[in-house]
């Protein structure tokens, strides 16, 4: 039983967004309602990702400088290169 319940902890993990979104089939997220209802584990987990979410989305927004953008997008794009060759080259 508990294997069962590490199980579909794992797979609740890989589905949070899409429940959160409220893009599975009817059939799934009341699945993934039945296993809330009675997993502690992962009720909490729905919980802190909801209240960020409304966390973020209370935040103020803030104007930006083009070259201020410029320098977060060069950022960005060099950690993603980065990190994609060191994944590219592990396998």
């Known amino acids: 039983m508990k294997t069962n319940i590490s199980n579909n902890c794992n797979q609740f ?3 949070i967004w ?5 893009e599975l089939s009817t059939d ?3 699945q993934w309602n039945e296993h809330v209802s009675i997993c502690s ?3 909490s987990k729905l919980k802190t990702l909801k209240d960020t979410i409304i966390l973020y989305e209370n935040l103020p927004l803030e104007d930006i400088d083009n ?3 410029k320098k977060m997008i060069t950022a960005a794009t060099k950690t993603f290169s980065s ?3 060191n994944e590219k080259g592990s396998q």
């Open 13 to 15: 993990s890989n589905e």
């Open 18 to 22: 899409l429940y959160i979104d409220g």
């Open 28 to 30: 799934r997220i009341n």
């Open 41 to 43: 584990k992962c009720i």
């Open 67 to 69: 070259e201020t953008y």
């Open 83 to 85: 990190n994609y060759k």
